[in-house]
T-cell receptor, first 114, second 108 residues
């Protein structure tokens, strides 16, 4: 079945460590996105990519990095520079971008910093 | 004030009741999305609309562009409808602004 797979579902990290969250899609979508969700707040855009080998910062990119070496993969690295990394992270994709179609989301990854 | 406001924040109802969730926004938009977030965290897109009304099964979404307001209705609600419903407005290329969500609980 087509969809978006995020892993791991739960992740614990010590302060000062970098962690990478995986996002893979087999929908043949060009655009992929990473969002962060905190309790009581709406989702906020971290990074997005419209094509392979290109990505753009979203509203809260500081302390995060991404790569888009393959169309189906868009991993997110939470670096030690991210001051408050404990959150729920959601990956999404769309066929031609937000302005052309609906979004498909993964199941999310919950990161906890100990 | 948030650009997108949802009401109510929490809603509890009995099975079979007609449910209405509201979304108001303060900026110009090109489209509005309604999303459903399951207890496990995954999100499903329900509707994307820019005018009028859309219906899918027991779900109905309406939007009034002039009044900057949208509603999501659920008819004959069921416990499996229990979830967080999120409104998001599209502003320009690749820009979605999300509401805080409405937590809906349907009791049997």
């Amino acid at each position: 079945d087509g969809g978006i797979t995020q892993s791991p579902k739960y992740l614990f990290r010590k302060e000062g460590q970098n962690v990478t969250l995986s996002c893979e899609q087999n929908l043949n979508h060009d655009a992929m996105y990473w969002y962060r969700q905190d309790p009581g707040q709406g989702l906020r855009l971290i990074y997005y990519s419209q094509i392979v080998n290109d990505f753009q910062k979203g509203d809260i990119a500081e302390g995060y990095s991404v790569s888009r070496e393959k169309k189906e993969s868009f991993p997110l690295t939470v670096t030690s520079a991210q001051k408050n990394p404990t959150a729920f992270y959601l990956c999404a994709s769309s066929l031609g971008g937000i302005d052309t179609g609906e979004l498909f989301f993964g199941e999310g990854s919950r990161l906890t910093v100990l | 004030k948030n650009e997108v406001e949802q009401s109510p924040q929490n809603l509890t109802a009995q099975e079979g009741e007609f449910i209405t969730i509201n979304c108001s926004y303060s900026v110009g938009i090109s489209a509005l999305h309604w999303l459903q977030q399951h207890p496990g965290g995954g999100i499903v897109s329900l509707f994307m609309l820019s005018s009028g009304k859309k219906k899918h099964g027991r779900l109905i979404a309406t939007i009034n562009i002039q009044e900057k307001h949208s509603s999501l209705h659920i008819t004959a609600s069921h416990p499996r409808d229990s979830a967080v419903y999120i409104c998001a407005v599209r502003r320009g290329a690749q820009k979605l602004v999300f509401g805080q969500g409405t937590r809906l609980t349907i009791n049997p």
